[in-house]
Nanobody, 117 residues
Framework: QVRLVESGGGLVQPGGSLRLSCAAS????????MGWYRQAPGKQRELVAA???????NYADSVKGRFTISRDNAKKMVYLQMNMLKPEDTAVYYC???????????WGRGTQVTVSS
């Protein structure tokens, strides 16, 4: 079975940084695109960043220049480096397999990121 486990969330001040990690199992990791979504209270879940099997990346406009997605196929890990964090980044962050495929419904359980003074 597919399992995704996020970690690295926490409380950080505006302007600070966090690195999120997602550990995957139960899939041939290297052939899949991976993505990070986030969901704030009362808002829809949104795609933040995605990385293809070949390493190509896509970012939401709101995080371009601040967030970087990366992957380590040998470790079956995907990361999200978040810099210059803003209060608007506060959300639960989720890892997902094949973020652009609506038929794929493999999600982690999320990790909380809170940006506050």
């Amino acid at each position: 079975q597919v399992r995704l486990v996020e970690s690295g969330g926490g409380l950080v001040q505006p302007g600070g940084s966090l690195r999120l990690s997602c550990a995957a199992s139960g899939i041939v990791f290297s052939i899949h695109a991976m993505g990070w979504y986030r969901q704030a209270p009362g808002k829809q879940r949104e795609l933040v960043a995605a990385i293809g099997s070949g390493g190509n990346t896509n970012y939401a406009d709101s995080v371009k220049g601040r967030f970087t997605i990366s992957r380590d196929n040998a470790k079956k890990m995907v990361y999200l480096q978040m810099n210059m964090l803003k209060p608007e980044d506060t959300a639960v962050y989720y890892c997902k397999v094949d973020p652009f495929d609506p038929r794929s419904n493999y999600w982690g359980r999320g990790t909380q990121v809170t940006v506050s003074s």
